[in-house]
Nanobody, 124 residues
Framework: QVQLVESGGGLVQAGGSLRLSCAAS????????MGWFRQAPGKEREIVAA????????YYADSVKGRFTISRDNAKNTVYLQMDSLKPEDTAVYYC?????????????????WGQGTQVTVSA
């Protein structure tokens, strides 16, 4: 079993920055994809970014390209999401997730473990 704990959410003004962290504990496979998703009220959960174990491949949703950066530290089993130039439409609960495979995937249904989520609120 894998446990994921997110941190770093909060309230920020538009144009500001936040850095989310997600630490994984337990026993994921030796090579696994980590992803960040978000869910706004009344909307479906959507992928924000994902990164392969070796960090040689990343994915970003069009809505965050150029503003968000995903990275990971495998020694710490931790993934980060640096969010810059935040907009009110980025307001959502952000979740990290683990896909127990080295194959990159953007489908939320392919992720095996989820964190509890952290709230990000961007005021206008």
């Amino acid at each position: 079993q894998v446990q994921l704990v997110e941190s770093g959410g909060g309230l920020v003004q538009a144009g500001g920055s936040l850095r989310l962290s997600c630490a994984a504990s337990g026993r994921p496979r030796s090579s696994y994809v980590m992803g960040w998703f978000r869910q706004a009220p009344g909307k479906e959960r959507e992928i924000v970014a994902a990164i392969r174990y070796s960090s040689d491949s990343t994915y970003y949703a069009d809505s965050v390209k150029g503003r968000f950066t995903i990275s990971r530290d495998n020694a710490k089993n931790t993934v980060y999401l640096q969010m810059d130039s935040l907009k009110p439409e980025d307001t959502a609960v952000y979740y990290c997730a683990v896909h127990n495979s080295w194959v990159m995937t953007t489908s939320k249904n392919s992720y095996d473990y989820w964190g509890q989520g952290t709230q990000v609120t961007v005021s206008a």
